[in-house]
């Protein structure tokens, strides 16, 4: 698939150096560090933190927290 990407010059740089060193093409290079990047992420997702229960059933609004916030500013 053909894409067009608007990448820093310094980077893009860097990376022709990396495909010349290796002997390779450009786009198996970039593709390499996406797939490398791609892997990387899904090993660190952060995992989804488990609801808290709040005591009374009372779940405050946007409005009581601002109320809240400027009370403690007065």
Do not use: W
């Given at each position: 698939?053909?894409?067009t990407l608007d990448l820093p010059d310094e980077l893009m740089r860097e990376v022709?150096?990396?495909a010349?060193?290796?002997h390779r093409k450009l786009k198996d290079v970039i593709a390499d560090?996406?797939?490398k990047?791609?892997?990387v992420s899904k090993m660190s997702l952060p995992?989804?933190?488990k609801p808290v229960k709040l005591r009374g059933?009372?779940?405050p609004t946007t409005e009581d927290i601002e109320a809240a916030i400027s009370e403690g500013r007065d």
């Open positions: 698939m053909k894409t022709k150096i990396r010349v060193q290796e560090f996406i797939r990047g791609m892997a995992k989804t933190p059933g009372f779940i």
